[in-house]
């Protein structure tokens, strides 16, 4: 019975050995993508906040808070622009052309380029199928701290998504 006993420590220790470096490699990958994730939230928010100015449908302008790091999609939700229940905010799979925003020529060349579903989903919402140089998908749109003073404008809603 005793030798039962010590058969079953001794198999539960050589399993809990024989798993550890498998562990530790978990906790060594865990802890490394934590970190660096965690070196870029550590800033402060002061530091992440980006201001750029929106105009609105009615041709006001008004100035926008994001974050470094937010899309333009959900900074312009957050701020009253644009209404979050109509919008899925990041995910492109859901997007149509009501996250259709339209960039300033000056501010065009520094945000990165279109990508090739970014580009289909604004020519398939465009109506005469041709793609306005000035329009980016918001929930596409990363915000930067290289942004700040970035002027955008915010289409009118098309009266099927008003309803």
Known sequence: MAMVGTKRLLSSQIHRISSLPLLSRATISKSSSSSS?????????ADRIVKFSAIDH???KREVLGLSGQTLLRALCNSGLIDPESHRLD?????????????AQEWLDRLPPRTHDEQFILK???????????????????????MDGMVVAVPEPRPWDTA
Do not use: F, P
Not at 37 to 45: A, C, D, P, T, Y
Not at 91 to 103: H, P, V, Y
Not at 129 to 144: D, M
């Open 37 to 45: 994730s965690s070196s870029s939230s550590s800033k402060k928010v």
């Open 91 to 103: 995910d492109i799979e859901a997007c149509g052309a009501e996250c259709e925003i339209n960039i």
């Open 124 to 146: 398939r919402s465009s109506r005469s199928r041709v793609l306005n140089k000035h329009s980016r998908l918001g929930c596409q749109v990363l915000l930067t701290d290289d």
């Open 58 to 60: 009615e041709g006001k």
